[in-house]
């Protein structure tokens, strides 16, 4: 039985999902709610282990795409199940529509074949809410980091990510009721109010 919230955080690499994730947690924390912040790939040891190899290691992009739902498999089992099961929310930095959007939309990969993969690995589990952090390419590309090493998808071209940003669009499209896309190129304090805003409706 579920009884805890899944919210999921989403966007293409510099999008600036992640400024604004802890503090949506901590939003979620005051209304008495027990949190549990995630990620994927990752989440749980075996998890993060397949993450350094989804990251950096070239492989196929069926295989890519098995892996990434071997993790969120493992990550399902090990945290986010228990955790609805126990009452917690889990809010989770990407989650299936990530799939849908990086190797779906940028990898080219059918589309059929991953939501195979998605009825197989949580058949009845969608996020109760997903915040789509959208931007324009140029702007997402002038935020990452250029003082550290950028992992195989940040190192994509433009093409790639404007196909990925489709990606996610379209899961938009297809899931509206539970998607609220963040115009994530005002100014933070903004986006904080807008996140207040949906925190409260919850």
Known sequence: MILGKLITFEG??????STHLAYFADLVK??????????????????EKLRDLLLHEKMHIETEALLMFAARREHLA????????????????????????YQGGGRKLAEQKLVALEQWVHPHLQPHLTLLFDVPLDVARSRLDATRELDKFEQ???DFFA???????????QFPHR????????????????????AATL
Not at 78 to 101: H, K, M
């Open 12 to 17: 293409i690499d510099g999008a600036g999902k």
């Open 156 to 158: 994509e071209k433009a």
């Open 179 to 198: 998607f609220r896309v963040i115009d994530s190129t005002r100014p933070i304090e903004t986006i904080r109010q807008e996140l207040r805003d949906i």
């Open 78 to 101: 090990q945290v986010i199940e228990p955790a609805l099961a126990r009452g917690d929310w889990v809010i989770s930095d990407r989650f299936t529509d990530a799939s849908f959007a």
């Open 30 to 47: 005051a209304r008495g709610q027990r949190v549990i912040v995630t990620r994927e790939p990752g989440g749980t040891p075996l998890g």
């Open 163 to 173: 196909a990925t940003r489709e990606g996610y669009l379209r899961r938009v499209e």
